[in-house]
């Protein structure tokens, strides 16, 4: 199969040096985001509201977000 396209926020060395293949290259399905997509508004939002469950859950002293907790 091929590769439809694809979204990066993150490139092997930053910033990115003159001539970068990726950049360089004329790929009309390729997105680079200059690495700041987690700072959308929405983004934001998220770690906000998940820091501010986290010591919630903290203070009432139950786990939050457990993994295997059986482990």
């Given at each position: 199969?091929?590769?439809?396209?694809?979204a990066?926020?993150?490139?092997?060395?930053?910033p990115?040096?003159?001539?970068?293949?990726?950049?360089?290259?004329?790929?009309?399905?390729?997105?680079?985001?200059?690495?700041i997509?987690?700072a959308?508004?929405?983004?934001?939002?998220?770690?906000?509201?998940?820091?501010?469950?986290?010591?919630?859950?903290?203070?009432a002293?139950?786990p939050?977000?457990?993994?295997?907790?059986?482990?």
């Open positions: 199969g091929k590769i439809a396209g694809a990066v926020d993150v490139l092997n060395v930053e990115p040096r003159q001539g970068n293949p990726l950049l360089a290259a004329d790929l009309p399905n390729l997105i680079v985001t200059p690495h997509a987690w959308s508004r929405e983004a934001r939002q998220r770690i906000i509201d998940q820091t501010t469950e986290n010591i919630r859950t903290f203070k002293g139950a939050v977000r457990v993994v295997n907790a059986a482990r």
